[in-house]
């Protein structure tokens, strides 16, 4: 097992999803990565009122993602599971209200405008806006995944079966996180620090922040196939996340991929899981802001033991 750094800089960082990048780093089933990332709009200091980007940065890009990672010996059908190990957020993030148009009109703004810059203390774990106002950290990437298989480029914002911008604050250190894989090696990037977030997004942005370290391993497990996105907690969680048009359509891609689950895990047939999953599993919207939105299924830990 090797160590690797991954910087974000002109080599590395890009705005779109492609099957048809080339990796900048190629790994061995196992390695670690520690990469270094952007905030979700390229800024390379603090909010001043007009952002400063990193020369990289050109009009029509989404989301700046460092990357992208080839995982030897990944393939599509498998499973690769990345293991959050740690995740240091830098030192100021934004937060902006209101964002997408959208949300403007349904919040009633009015044409107010709010931006939140704040003073980001990894160390503390805290963060205090330009009022005064401190809150506890709770630092994880908003994007990690892989691109879809055709070799066009592909927008950063809407989240995908193979990831992307899931925006998930279950994500943080400790956490892993499923992909099927879409594509030989699977081409994985990571961006869009998030300092802290609500369940929902709900304004459009987070703590948006670059991440000074974030260490992630990578697995390609063949004993677990998913179809979408899973995470296993920190806590002993299980997520199903799922993503569609509307918050029906995620709830019942978040289902089935959850009562899908059950039945491997646990041998259950399909209508004993539904049942359980009406005794057992939350339904929690994940983000509402990201084209299609997204709600995950969660199975807290130690609600279901196989038997003896």
Do not use: K
Request: hydrophobic residues 40%; charged residues 20%; negative net charge.
């Amino acid at each position: 097992m090797a160590t690797h750094r991954l910087d974000a800089d002109e080599r590395t960082l890009h705005g779109t999803f492609s099957a048809g990048r080339e990796p900048v780093l190629t790994i061995e089933d196992g390695d670690i990565v520690v990469f270094t990332t952007l905030d979700s709009g390229w800024s390379t200091g603090p909010w001043t009122g007009s952002p400063a980007r990193h020369p990289a940065w050109r009009e029509g890009l989404g989301h700046a993602l460092t990357g992208p990672v080839a995982v030897r010996g990944a393939e599509p059908g498998d499973t690769l599971e990345v293991r959050v190990l740690d995740v240091v957020p830098g030192g100021y993030g934004t937060t902006f209200a209101g964002h997408p148009a959208p949300f403007t009109e349904r919040y009633r703004l009015d044409g107010e405008d709010a931006v939140l810059t704040w003073t980001l203390d990894a160390a503390a774990r805290t963060g205090t806006d330009q009022h005064g106002r401190t809150v506890a950290l709770r630092p994880f990437l908003g994007v990690m995944g892989m691109p879809p298989a055709d070799r066009r480029e592909h927008s950063t914002i809407p989240p995908r079966v193979w990831g992307g911008n899931l925006d998930c604050r279950e994500l943080v250190a400790g956490s892993s996180l499923f992909l099927p894989v879409p594509v030989a090696g699977g081409l994985f990037s990571a961006g869009d620090g998030h300092a802290r977030q609500g369940d929902g997004e709900v304004g459009g942005t987070a703590i948006e922040c670059p991440m000074a370290r974030v260490e992630l391993a990578f697995e390609v497990r063949r004993d677990l196939p998913v179809t979408g996105p899973v995470v296993r907690g920190g806590d002993g969680a299980w997520l199903t996340l799922g993503l569609g048009d509307t918050l029906d359509d995620a709830a019942f891609d978040a289902l089935d991929a959850m009562f899908t689950l059950l039945e491997r895990r646990f041998g259950l047939a399909r209508a004993e899981a539904v049942a359980l999953s009406s005794v057992l599993v939350d339904l929690r919207v994940t983000q509402l802001v990201n084209q299609v939105v997204g709600v995950h299924a969660v199975l807290p830990p130690d609600a279901l033991v196989r038997p003896a």
